[in-house]
């Protein structure tokens, strides 16, 4: 069984648990299929010189992303910044600087619990974009049902050598149970009431390698941060 593990956008607390083996701690979309960032206005490239992980804007200054990727850093790399209101890691849409780390004071790369993170944003005009920018929307608390169809979006390599790995892609996964991920995952790691878990026990589509801290969503309410898995579809 294949599945990946975000973090629930709607939690912030609870207790941790040791993980007997360190995790993957990056995505990549498997599986999935070209997109526009109008589809996702709030998907973002986190940068430094190029594209390493995704996030999602929860306001106009304020990024979303996982904590293993600001790494507990309270400084900046010189070209360290976020690319927004584009469909291309590369090129487009703004280039905006962060000017500080909110990074959950839980968080633990040995467990991989609380792996949340906020990027605070310098101010930027984003009348520019060809588009209007909209933010991603929190949830509301009400549980979501097991299978539900969650989008993951963000770039990164694929199986297939030919595709361009600096378009926008996004692969459509059902939310499974905690009862199935925690069988899956046995001897990989603790499943933790803050962590949700998606995808196809065949395989096949996934988030593997490139876009961890980016948006699992569902009609623009972001419902998980795309934080660790096993293995790859």
Not at 57 to 64: D, E, G, Q, S
Not at 76 to 81: A, E, H, M, T
Request: one cysteine or more.
């Amino acid at each position: 069984m294949r599945f990946f593990i975000a973090f629930a956008a709607l939690f912030v607390a609870g207790c941790s648990a040791a993980v007997p083996r360190m995790p993957r701690l990056d995505g990549r979309i498997v599986g999935g299929f070209e997109t526009d960032i109008k589809d996702v206005p709030f998907q973002v490239s986190l940068q430094n010189g190029w594209h390493y992980c995704g996030g999602s804007l929860i306001a106009k200054r304020f990024v979303l992303t996982a904590a293993h990727c600001t790494d507990g850093d309270s400084e900046f790399y010189p070209n360290f910044n976020v690319r927004l209101g584009s469909s291309y890691s590369r090129n487009g849409g703004l280039l905006v600087k962060p000017v500080r780390i909110h990074q959950h004071h839980k968080y633990d790369g040995s467990t991989v619990d609380y792996d949340f993170s906020i990027l605070e944003l310098e101010d930027y005009d984003e009348t520019v974009l060809p588009f209007e920018l909209t933010y991603a929307k929190l949830p509301s608390g009400d549980d979501l049902a097991d299978g539900t169809l969650l989008t993951v979006s963000g770039w990164g390599n694929t199986k297939n050598p030919n595709e361009d790995n600096s378009v926008l892609r996004a692969v459509q996964v059902p939310k499974v149970s905690k009862d199935v991920c925690e069988k899956a995952y046995s001897g990989f790691g603790v499943i933790t009431d803050r962590m949700l878990c998606a995808g196809y026990p065949q395989g096949g589509k996934d988030s593997c390698q490139g876009d961890s801290g980016g948006p699992m969503s569902r009609e623009g309410t972001l419902y998980g941060v795309v934080s660790w898995g096993y293995g790859c579809a």
